[in-house]
Nanobody, 121 residues
Framework: QVQLVESGGGSVQPGGSLRLSCEAS????????IGWFRQAPGKEREYVAG????????DYADSVKGRFTISRDTFKNTVVLQMNNLKPEDTATYYC??????????????WGQGTQVTVSS
């Protein structure tokens, strides 16, 4: 069964950090582009970051550039989103997704169930 599972969400104060993981089961992430998206209540799902299948090319939304880092661990079949200097506007449910081609649109083949990130003082 093809499955993506996110973990690592939680509640932090502004300026804090969280490390989200996206683990795949039932298939290997090696040949897929991985994207992280987020969705806040009442808002559309928005692109956060992406990494190509080789782990050599990275892309970030302007809102997170310089604060978030995406990386992949091929051995663990996992993609990680390190989030630093978190802001209240980062509060959302975060989703990882994989696709055969890169896109900033939420048109990916497989999705995880999401993990909640709350940034509040």
């Amino acid at each position: 069964q093809v499955q993506l599972v996110e973990s690592g969400g939680g509640s932090v104060q502004p300026g804090g950090s969280l490390r989200l993981s996206c683990e795949a089961s039932g298939f290997t992430l090696d040949f897929y582009t991985i994207g992280w998206f987020r969705q806040a209540p009442g808002k559309e799902r928005e692109y956060v970051a992406g990494i190509d299948w080789r782990g050599a090319s990275f892309d970030y939304a302007d809102s997170v550039k310089g604060r978030f880092t995406i990386s992949r661990d091929t051995f663990k079949n996992t993609v990680v989103l390190q989030m630093n200097n978190l802001k209240p506007e980062d509060t959302a449910t975060y989703y990882c997704a994989c696709n055969s081609a890169f896109s900033r649109k939420p048109e990916y083949d497989y999705w995880g169930q999401g993990t909640q990130v709350t940034v509040s003082s």
